[in-house]
């Protein structure tokens, strides 16, 4: 029987299955649709499992604190999510042509993975949403990949034999996936947008799959 993404990670057959780290923050709830279509495309490959974590938001008062189980949707992530992983997909909606701080904050306290090797020789892909047509996707993907890069991961993106990105009136680039989703966030996942999503899944996986990296 097939593991949910939203599974408890301490789970025996989680641990045992390889799986790919799905780790996303979304605001508006498109990178969250976002990470879903990933996450299908990774379920194609078999033997590989889809991980959805998400990142709490950054609080900005020493008294809030956010719960430690989120009330919907995926868990927060942990270390150990990204240390055993066999590949990762980060994404993250723009922010002034950058990742969000939540997801950045989480990345700046990877240090020890770093020390370790622990990613080293892993796939990983990144991908994003902007409210505006031409609002920074591809320097917030980039710039994405720059702490992938130094923690030695092999990072992918989408090669030109994916139609969409010839076809595509919306989002996806060859550095990875996007969407553009409107000034009201109101514009849905087109076919050609949600098809890179899913492509860009499948791709990580079977790279980690064809690396047989370790977990």
Not at 50 to 74: C, F, K, N, Q, S
Not at 87 to 111: E, W, Y
Not at 116 to 132: E, Q
Request: contains cysteine.
């Amino acid at each position: 029987m097939p593991v949910s993404p939203y599974s408890d990670p301490g789970s025996s057959t989680m641990e045992a299955m390889p799986y790919i780290l799905v780790l996303y923050y979304s605001r508006g709830g498109k990178t969250a649709d976002m990470a879903a279509r990933i996450a299908r495309g990774i379920s194609q490959v078999a033997g590989m499992e889809a991980r959805l974590r998400t990142v709490p938001p950054v609080v900005t008062r020493i008294d809030e604190r956010e719960p430690e189980v989120p009330e919907t949707g995926p868990l927060y992530v942990e270390e150990d999510d990204l240390r055993h992983c066999s590949g990762l997909v980060l994404g993250s909606p723009t922010r002034f042509g950058n990742m969000a701080a939540p997801l950045k904050h989480f990345i700046d306290q990877t240090s020890s993975l770093w020390l370790s090797g622990a990613l080293i020789n892993k796939p990983a892909a990144v991908f994003t949403a902007t409210s505006s047509l031409h609002g920074g996707q591809e320097s917030t993907l980039l710039s994405m990949m720059l702490p992938l890069l130094h923690h030695g991961m092999v990072v992918v993106g989408l090669p030109y034999s994916e139609s969409g990105l010839r076809q595509t009136t919306g989002g996806g680039t060859p550095y990875g996936a996007s969407h553009w989703a409107g000034e009201d966030n109101n514009r849905r996942i087109d076919e050609h947008e949600g098809s890179l999503c899913q492509a860009l899944g499948t791709r990580v996986a079977t790279l980690a799959k064809s690396m047989s990296v370790p977990s």
